[in-house]
């Protein structure tokens, strides 16, 4: 099964950006769909956005629009999330996480739920 | 976008103990919701989809219903390791959204 494996916890200025790696154990990144996830804890987790790799698309939470980007590496075989303007409020746990289904040559067949998980990167935001 | 509100918040029981987890959303879902446990520092690892399928390697003792708005996860003869918070999650809309949360306590 894929495995996600993400960067280290990191600790910010409110105002500055921080940027979260999430590796896949896979050799063609374009078969998936990967995600990122926000969890303040005592809150439900709550969705950020996601990338299709295969289309080089993308799309946001409504919430997050403008202030978070990912992009995809296929050389790599990572996907990064980077959230700019950053306030105390953004301390979080941060998830990435595959889609449930896959792509293949030129359509993509996915589901909105999410398995597996990377382990999480805890992110401070502190003056 | 579509709230979804779990209950309780949480819950104490025993090994053996039946438990039944409550998940409703702000409209009807049709059937589009997933649940995950969630041990501490660990990830979410999902349990069931589309309600009440379960996933490949979830022991048969999880099983969710439900229609509509509301649904429900149970765990029977609860063990050990069930002991986490469960989480469900609706994608009958865009965007994808979770509930708070139930941890399931000795």
């Known amino acids: 099964q894929v495995q996600l494996v993400q960067s280290g916890a990191a600790v910010k200025k409110p105002g500055s950006s921080v940027k979260v790696s999430c590796w896949v154990s896979?050799?063609?990144?374009?078969?998936?769909?990967i995600s990122w996830v926000r969890h303040i804890p005592g809150q439900g987790p709550e969705w950020m956005g996601g990338?299709?790799?295969?289309?080089?698309?993308?799309d946001y939470a409504q919430k997050f629009q403008g202030r978070v980007a990912i992009t995809a590496d296929e050389s790599t075989s990572t996907v990064y999330m980077e959230v700019t303007g950053l306030r105390s409020e953004d301390t979080a746990l941060y998830y990435c996480?595959?889609?449930?289904?896959?792509?293949?040559?030129?359509?993509?067949?996915?589901?909105?739920?999410?398995?597996?998980w990377g382990q999480g990167t805890l992110v401070t935001v502190s003056s | 976008d579509i709230q979804v509100t779990q209950s309780p918040s949480s819950l104490s029981a025993s090994v053996g103990d039946r438990v039944t987890i409550s998940c409703r959303a702000s409209q009807a879902i049709s059937n589009s919701l997933v649940w995950y446990q969630q041990k501490p520092g660990k990830a979410p690892n999902l349990l069931l989809y589309g309600a009440s399928r379960l996933e490949s390697g979830v022991p048969s003792r999880f099983s969710g219903s439900g229609s509509g708005a509301h649904y429900t996860l149970t765990i029977n003869n609860l063990q050990p390791e069930d002991f986490a918070t469960y989480y469900c999650q609706q994608y009958y809309s865009d965007p994808v959204t979770f509930g708070g949360g139930t941890k399931v306590e000795i």
């Open positions: 996480a595959r889609r449930a289904g896959g792509c293949m040559t030129t359509r993509c067949y996915l589901d909105k739920w999410f398995a597996p």
């Open positions: 896979t050799s063609n990144l374009k078969a998936t769909a």
């Open positions: 990338i299709i790799p295969l289309f080089n698309t993308t």
